[in-house]
């Protein structure tokens, strides 16, 4: 645990001398903000040995058995067919067990830089949310669903840009890497909806109508896609429960608090009609919360759920604006009061963080280089 300690407290002390430096965290600051993400949070993650990580082992005897099996015939039944030809191509190169732990790390960290660097107003605030957060350390274990998320959060981006046929090429990508990205969709018609309170409403209505529909819903979604039985226990879609072992209920209420401030300030105060992507934000974390308090025991809705739950990183630094621009007109003190609810924002969040860790969930624990 101590080393990710200490690359939190390097990453922090590094980024207040380029903040003292630089007096701004726009500009080349941000550039140099997201190298110093990669370096620092990359060099962990991609440098570590196949037993930090509860999947990774099981990833690399995938990439080894993809890497001397796999054939055109195989690739046309793949489940995952471009991770299967891009675990292909790079057995090409090395047969080392090594490589893909490396790649997968590799591409989830730089993809997540640039989704911050161009997502973040706050975008400090929000690469330690990926950590503290524990979203870091799951990219350790569920490595091939966060290099479909990673890639569906670029085509998010693109969305936001006005680039809809880049959307959906991305969108297929990282639907062949992990089907559970088919909840994509979703998020091109919570693009294209301008939120209102009332539709707010209307969502989260809908949201809860359908986790009470989980059972038959579930038993057709493993028809569609039997890959996901294993999930299962048993023969009936209901029993998916599992112990949790993620304090996932602590968090939700954390993230629920925030969805009630934003709500409220977004009703009273502002309008997500005039921020589209803080209308979005909200949107996502009001499915995401609902799904956690549904069902955060369940292992297919939390795999499901997190392709929401991410977009918290962004949600929580947009909220705290919220906060501190309908409470202080100054813009001095604006930051000020921002700095401060920063702090103690991430400074909760170590607890849950912590936790996990000293659970050793995801198995990153101990840390040991390859």
Same mark, same amino acid.
């Given at each position: 645990m &101590?080393?990710?300690?200490?690359?939190?407290?390097?990453?922090?002390?590094?980024?207040?001398?380029l903040?003292?430096?630089m007096?701004?965290?726009?500009?080349i #600051?941000k550039k140099?903000?997201s190298?110093l993400f990669?370096?620092?949070?990359?060099g962990?993650?991609?440098l570590?040995?196949?037993?930090?990580?509860?999947?990774?082992i099981l990833?690399?005897?995938?990439?080894?058995?993809?890497g001397?099996?796999?054939?055109?015939?195989?690739?046309?039944?793949?489940k995952y067919?471009?991770? &299967?030809l891009y675990?292909?191509?790079l057995?090409k190169?090395s047969d080392?067990?090594?490589m893909i732990?490396?790649? #997968?790390a590799f591409?989830?960290i730089i993809l997540m830089?640039?989704i911050?660097?161009?997502?973040?107003?706050r975008?400090?605030? %929000?690469?330690?949310l990926y950590?503290?957060?524990?979203?870091?350390?799951y990219?350790m274990?569920?490595?091939r669903?966060?290099v479909a998320?990673?890639?569906?959060m670029?085509g998010?981006?693109k969305?936001?840009k006005?680039?809809?046929i880049?959307?959906?090429?991305?969108y297929l990508?990282?639907?062949?890497?992990? %089907?559970?990205?088919?909840?994509?969709?979703?998020?091109?018609?919570?693009?294209k909806?301008r939120w209102t309170g009332?539709?707010?409403?209307?969502?989260?209505i809908?949201?809860v109508?359908?986790?009470?529909?989980?059972t038959?819903?579930v038993?057709?979604?493993?028809?569609?896609?039997p890959m996901?039985?294993?999930?299962v &226990?048993?023969t009936?879609?209901?029993t998916?429960?599992? &112990?949790?072992?993620?304090?996932?209920?602590?968090?939700t209420?954390?993230?629920?608090l925030?969805v009630?401030l934003?709500?409220?300030?977004?009703a009273k105060?502002?309008?997500? #009609?005039n921020n589209p992507?803080?209308g979005f934000?909200n949107?996502?974390?009001?499915?995401s919360?609902?799904m956690?308090?549904f069902?955060y025991?369940n292992?297919?809705i939390?795999?499901?759920s997190?392709y929401f739950t991410?977009?918290v990183i962004?949600y929580i630094p947009?909220?705290?604006n919220?906060v501190s621009?309908?409470?202080i007109k100054d813009k001095?003190k604006q930051?000020?009061?921002?700095?401060y609810?920063t702090v103690c924002?991430?400074?909760?969040?170590f607890i849950?963080?912590i936790f996990q860790l000293?659970?050793n969930?995801?198995?990153?624990?101990?840390y040991?280089?390859?």
């Amino acid at each position: 645990m &101590e080393i990710y300690l200490l690359v939190i407290t390097f990453y922090t002390f590094i980024y207040g001398i380029l903040r003292l430096l630089m007096n701004s965290t726009r500009g080349i #600051n941000k550039k140099c903000l997201s190298i110093l993400f990669i370096l620092c949070f990359g060099g962990i993650s991609t440098l570590r040995s196949q037993f930090v990580g509860t999947d990774t082992i099981l990833y690399t005897n995938l990439y080894q058995s993809m890497g001397t099996n796999s054939h055109l015939s195989t690739l046309k039944s793949s489940k995952y067919p471009m991770y &299967e030809l891009y675990n292909v191509f790079l057995y090409k190169f090395s047969d080392s067990p090594q490589m893909i732990t490396f790649f #997968n790390a590799f591409i989830i960290i730089i993809l997540m830089s640039f989704i911050i660097y161009f997502w973040a107003d706050r975008q400090f605030m %929000s690469s330690i949310l990926y950590v503290t957060l524990y979203f870091y350390f799951y990219s350790m274990n569920i490595g091939r669903q966060f290099v479909a998320m990673s890639i569906l959060m670029m085509g998010v981006i693109k969305l936001f840009k006005g680039k809809k046929i880049e959307f959906w090429l991305l969108y297929l990508t990282a639907l062949l890497v992990h %089907s559970t990205a088919i909840i994509g969709a979703i998020f091109y018609i919570l693009f294209k909806i301008r939120w209102t309170g009332k539709k707010n409403i209307v969502l989260a209505i809908i949201t809860v109508v359908i986790l009470l529909l989980y059972t038959k819903i579930v038993d057709i979604f493993i028809i569609l896609f039997p890959m996901y039985s294993g999930y299962v &226990e048993g023969t009936g879609g209901a029993t998916l429960d599992v &112990e949790s072992k993620g304090n996932q209920l602590f968090l939700t209420f954390f993230y629920l608090l925030f969805v009630i401030l934003g709500n409220y300030f977004l009703a009273k105060y502002h309008s997500s #009609n005039n921020n589209p992507k803080l209308g979005f934000l909200n949107a996502s974390m009001i499915i995401s919360t609902l799904m956690g308090l549904f069902f955060y025991k369940n292992i297919l809705i939390s795999r499901i759920s997190i392709y929401f739950t991410i977009y918290v990183i962004f949600y929580i630094p947009s909220v705290l604006n919220l906060v501190s621009k309908t409470y202080i007109k100054d813009k001095f003190k604006q930051d000020i009061i921002l700095n401060y609810l920063t702090v103690c924002t991430i400074g909760i969040t170590f607890i849950p963080m912590i936790f996990q860790l000293t659970k050793n969930i995801s198995g990153v624990v101990p840390y040991s280089f390859m």
